[in-house]
Nanobody
């Protein structure tokens, strides 16, 4: 079983930056892929970014050039660096992990982009 604790959300003005963190309870080297979903009010949850154990990265088009995903194996933590934030990035962001075909989720962290 994998426990995930995500953090780093908050209120930021348009154009600002935030870094989300997702700390895993086990070595992330043993996890096939990790990443972030987000869910805005009244919308379906969407996949934002993923990073595999081998370092392969995928980002949705709307965040390319603004968001980066990275991992620190020593800290068992995955990060989502979000720059040039826009109001449409407002959502609850959930960390997830895919280990042996099972999905695990963090509790979610609120990101609000507003002036």
């Amino acid at each position: 079983q994998v426990q995930l604790v995500d953090s780093g959300g908050g209120l930021v003005q348009p154009g600002g930056s935030l870094r989300l963190s997702c700390a895993a309870s086990i070595s992330i080297n043993s996890i096939y892929a990790m990443g972030w979903y987000r869910q805005a009010p009244g919308k379906q949850r969407e996949l934002v970014a993923t990073i595999s154990s081998g370092g392969s990265i995928n980002l949705i088009d709307s965040v390319k050039g603004r968001f980066t995903i990275s991992r620190d194996n020593a800290k068992n933590t995955v990060y989502l660096q979000m720059n040039s934030l826009k109001p449409e990035d407002t959502a609850v962001y959930y960390c997830y992990a895919d280990k042996e075909g099972l999905d695990y989720w963090g509790q979610g962290t609120q990101v609000t982009v507003s002036s």
